[in-house]
């Protein structure tokens, strides 16, 4: 009976049929009990994959993941919590700049964040570059750090919706990954786990990003909002560029380093604006500021007066971390190889690829291949120039990092491939698209 | 690497791609060596469903389920061996008359049977309430028998396409069974490894069918065709009505009895007219006529000289059966109880649901409920109206035999809701509509 109950579940959805919140429920309950075995699971996901689910349905599956696992209470927490979530891509440090700026302006952030997958980086082991920073604090500890300094930066533990960690193992080996309600409901059971009042999202698109069209990341965007709003989450979306890396550096200690540049008032003009709009959305989310562009000056404010990295220093400090590095970055163990890679001719950087350029990373040492693998925190490129600049024939347009020499001939190839190099000044891609609310109008007026 | 091949054969059925042989080869060979685990099977499974598989496809699967096990060489047992197989119905024991039939008529006839599955009846279920009667010979046996008698009828056994039965149990509890290249990969293995030269198709169609449309059908079919003839088989598909039930009585001993009526050269039009054309045209592929036509000549004049009832007679002895009740078939031990059903009102039968009538057969204990229930073998149905008949109220139309007291009233009330009296006579629904062949034409000029 109850094993046919499953199979009309995914019968139902198989022929394009909407399932009810209990029929949801009963599924990702019966499967979080191990009653319903993985090979029914992986049907299922593959009938929803190929019909969809409605908002309605994508909000279910939310809410059964979510409770699949413990959910933060942050409620004695004074303050609206904020987080904001990216949908990941190459040289995207702005959580390591956000957070902190963020938190100085008296927003409590509290991140739980993920680690590099494939060409894009992640939160947790550029953090870990960091000597000694402990990203695996437990959720009390959790608590105790963000209640004293509005800031917590941890990993993902096994605690926060299980259900949703083991179908996105099932649904990385049944090729049903790329699938919009599937990503959202992944992403949003997460995040409403760590206990946030709002969040904001940096839905990336272009040849870097995970949605390569923009048009999928506004479908992935929508969904992600829709469903944040429906547990009655504060959610602002937005669509930026990912057809070349952000900011200059890729690599975990590397990208460490660029953010310590932003908050010490430096760092590249596209990440700044990046960051600034997000943290900006974030401080007016969390009542700090009157609106976005008030939210975006106290955020540059922040930086200017040191507050920020002060912030940084000082949660570095309380999650074990040392701030030496923080304060001299340029004495940071160098990787054991450098190498450059020249134009091969005059002209302008029309086009790169960003995520060749993130598997150059990878190459290096800077992501993994396999689960197995170590990450080399010093691996990494810098980029010396990006679309749109001039470009002289063996002008250097890449910088690498390595421990691994035997690596160089091969990278040095792919990030060759990875710059397109053209006779005429090309249009810079646009950097922040789109804006998405749940009624679809701006956040500020 | 492996896996990551299997999720990229996967990736491409989802994403509507074609695959090579190879690429079906490699699934379903690391299926059958477990190094392909169920959850990606069935995932596998679910996107062929809902995104289909083109004649190429169909037949290398099924080209890789037959070649999972045993496909046996009948080349040393001289003539055209030539098989029936029906997608299964209700009333439906045309295989019971037409396998003696055509092997009296001298095509030899290597039939191996399903059992009852839900609503359907199932030819070694049957061939079992003959008492003493073995289904299961060894593939050895199976090929000396054959040998001798033209004839042998035995169930499926370990070594036939053991990578489909893995794959159908799957199907059952994944949603993926209603698919038309599955469900003809399916047929086609099993059928491909008895070993035959020709195979004549009887795709049912209709209330009590596994395909409810003649359209859906007329597409197994065509399927069932193309896969039969791509492996150098003639293969040739009939569409038939499964409107109502094939015939007057169902349950097991009842439809050897009605076989038997029909061998003895009586038993009802319907019956006659199905089985009649499906054993002419094996006679006719078998070479042992110039056309279907001749074909059906030889099969009534088999019926009408004996040789077919002697046939049935030496091949029931052979697997150890008894000849008792085929000579005197009233006195196989009754069931413990009958009722009849009566007509509510007066007018004619307009329609019958076959499904529920088999259904009906399933309480009264003709067919399983669960794999691990028993057949009663004297259980069952007989029809006194047909779909056209003139009844008067309080004039039975059904009659039922079971060993289950207790089920009289709740299928009493079945078999009333499964029969629909009205006022005016219907058309009766036709009986044979299709011919399926490679080219489209008719088998014969």
């Known amino acids: ?9 995914i019968r139902k959805k198989r ?27 992986s049907a299922f996901l593959m009938a ?21 696992g413990t959910v933060l209470d942050l409620s004695d927490i004074p303050g609206t919590k904020v987080d904001k979530h990216s949908t990941g891509g190459v040289g995207d440090k702005t959580s390591l700049i956000l957070a902190p700026i963020v938190a100085a302006c008296g927003v409590p952030v509290p991140m739980i964040s993920g680690r590099g997958l494939g060409h894009s980086g992640g939160t947790l082991d550029k953090l870990e570059s960091i000597p000694g920073f402990n990203v695996n604090l437990d959720l009390k500890r959790y608590v105790e750090v963000l209640k ?7 990993g993902q533990t096994e605690e926060i919706a299980p259900a949703d960690k083991r179908m996105y193992a099932l649904r990385d080996v049944t090729a049903t990954v790329e699938s919009i309600p599937l990503i959202a409901g992944s992403i949003m059971s997460k995040k409403l786990a760590e206990g946030i009042d709002a969040l904001v999202l940096d839905v990336k698109f272009g040849n870097g990003a995970f949605m390569k069209t923009r048009e999928d990341a506004l479908r992935l965007a929508q969904r992600l909002v829709s469903i944040g709003e429906e547990f009655g989450k504060r959610t602002i979306g937005y669509l930026t560029s990912m057809e070349q890396p952000l900011g200059n550096m890729i690599g975990n200690w590397l990208e460490v380093y660029e953010s310590i540049e932003c908050l ?11 960051t600034h709009l997000l943290s900006g959305t974030m401080i007016w989310l969390g009542g700090e500021a009157g609106s976005v562009e008030e939210g975006i000056e ?48 005059d002209g302008y950087v029309t086009a790169m690829d960003a995520y060749a350029i993130g598997m150059a990373g990878v ?36 910088r690498c990092f390595t421990n691994k020499e035997e690596q160089a001939d091969s990278v040095r190839q792919m990030l060759q491939d990875a710059v397109t190099i053209g006779s005429s000044r090309p249009e810079i891609p646009a950097l922040i698209t789109d804006t998405v609310t749940r009624d679809g109008a701006k956040p500020w007026s």
């Open 1 to 9: 009976m109850k094993s046919q109950n499953i199979v009309s579940l």
């Open 15 to 41: 022929d394009r049929g909407t399932l009810t919140p209990d029929e949801i429920r009963y599924l990702i309950q019966q499967y979080s009990k191990d009653a319903v075995p993985d090979y029914q699971m």
């Open 48 to 68: 929803v994959f190929l019909n969809g689910l409605n908002d309605d349905e994508a909000a279910a599956l939310t809410r059964e993941m979510l409770h699949s």
């Open 148 to 154: 004293k300094h509005k800031l917590v930066l941890i």
């Open 264 to 274: 010490n008032g430096g760092g590249p003009e596209d990440l700044l604006e990046v």
């Open 298 to 345: 106290r955020s540059k404010t922040a930086v200017a007066d040191g507050s920020a990295m002060q912030k940084l220093r000082d949660i570095v400090l309380e999650q074990d971390g040392s701030t030496e590095f923080l304060d001299r970055p340029d004495d940071y163990p160098p990787a054991s190889h450098s190498f450059d890679v020249a134009a091969a001719s």
């Open 363 to 398: 190459e290096l040492g800077a992501g993994r291949k396999s689960k197995e693998d170590t990450i080399d925190p010093a691996a990494g490129i810098i980029l010396r120039k990006k679309i749109g600049d001039k470009v002289q024939q063996g002008e250097t347009i890449v």
